[in-house]
């Protein structure tokens, strides 16, 4: 049996002053904390990218769980912003953290769903292949491609990475698994000539009806019942939406963990954030995991705490 060991995060020391960068748009503080919920947004240096970021939350996941870099069996990096269209950014971070030849390395080209797709695919990998250890990482620093002008993405996103050990003896154990695309409405959330450029509207009303639909079916899926779950970690698109789907799907809101307000909404990196102060409190049995955005796409699953401490 394999699943979640241990994790790991990056995030960037630069931080930008929400409201100050507000004051551009008339923008006032009661919305900087009521509807999109950031107050603060870490951004990587200019010179920092995706392969930087990865290494440190790798280098910190290795530090802290005493991982023998030789045991890694593979690594999985998600991320929709590589360094260079070639190589991948895996096997950048492969090189410089001197992993061996036998370790498998690919890239998944997802957003804010990656970490639980990241979660299945890695899972399954491993269990198919008879490999002990992997890692997932997700580094997507989305102020390589946000205008600063843009007052629907300037105030939302920030930069981070988080890196996962999977292996035996786990913490939680994962599944089942929900998944999803609404590919006609791929345009909402796109890049044009380097820039992103989001339909807040569109993206909204996406993640207000299909997400609560989508814990319906997981809930029912894993026979279980909404009081059996200890915590949902949704992804942090922003404190309006999570709300929102806290509200529709009928989730008890001292259940739903929210944290991106001294950091932003860190695409991929969200949810494995906040489930890294999950991971030592023994009263959370059992999690729900929901991330959902860019396809338009989105994925959940179950995690089960499988009695094992950490360290």
């Known amino acids: 049996?394999?699943?979640?060991?241990?994790?790991?995060?990056?995030?960037?020391?630069?931080?930008?002053?929400?409201?100050?960068?507000?004051?551009?748009?008339?923008?006032?503080?009661?919305?900087?904390?009521?509807?999109?919920?950031?107050?603060?947004?870490?951004?990587?240096?200019?010179?920092?990218?995706?392969?930087?970021?990865?290494?440190?939350?790798?280098?910190?996941?290795?530090?802290?769980?005493?991982?023998?870099?030789?045991?890694?069996?593979?690594?999985?990096?998600?991320?929709?912003?590589?360094?260079?269209?070639?190589?991948?950014?895996?096997a950048i971070v492969h090189g410089k953290a001197g992993l061996p030849e036998t370790c498998a390395a690919f890239d998944i080209s997802l957003g804010c769903s990656g970490y639980v797709y990241g979660l299945s695919v890695i899972h399954a990998f491993m269990q198919a292949n008879g490999i002990s250890h992997g890692v997932l990482i997700t580094a997507d620093p989305y102020s390589k491609i946000v205008d600063d002008q843009d007052k629907a993405t300037s105030l939302l996103f920030g930069d981070a990475a988080s890196a996962t050990l999977i292996g035996p003896d786990p913490i939680f154990t994962l599944g089942p698994f929900s998944f999803g695309t609404r590919g006609a409405a791929h345009e909402a959330l796109i890049t044009r000539n380097g820039q992103l450029h989001m339909d807040g509207r569109e993206v909204f009303n996406f993640a207000a009806t299909g997400i609560p639909a989508d814990l319906a079916k997981l809930l029912t899926q894993a026979h279980l019942q909404l009081e059996d779950i200890d915590c949902f970690i949704l992804h942090q698109g922003s404190r309006y939406i999570v709300d929102t789907i806290t509200k529709r799907a009928g989730l008890p809101a001292e259940k739903v963990r929210f944290g991106m307000q001294g950091y932003g909404n860190t695409v991929s990196s969200s949810i494995p954030l906040l489930l890294r102060d999950e991971l030592d409190n023994q009263a959370i049995r059992q999690i729900i995991l929901s991330g959902f955005g860019v396809g338009l796409s989105w994925a959940s699953c179950v995690i089960k705490r499988n009695g094992v401490i950490r360290g």
């Open 1 to 90: 049996m394999i699943g979640i060991r241990d994790i790991a995060a990056y995030i960037p020391p630069r931080r930008v002053d929400n409201a100050t960068a507000a004051a551009r748009f008339e923008v006032d503080e009661a919305f900087l904390e009521r509807k999109l919920g950031v107050l603060q947004r870490s951004v990587a240096e200019v010179d920092e990218h995706s392969s930087d970021m990865a290494l440190k939350a790798l280098r910190s996941l290795c530090e802290q769980s005493s991982l023998d870099t030789s045991k890694i069996g593979v690594l999985v990096v998600v991320t929709q912003n590589p360094d260079v269209n070639l190589p991948h950014v895996s």
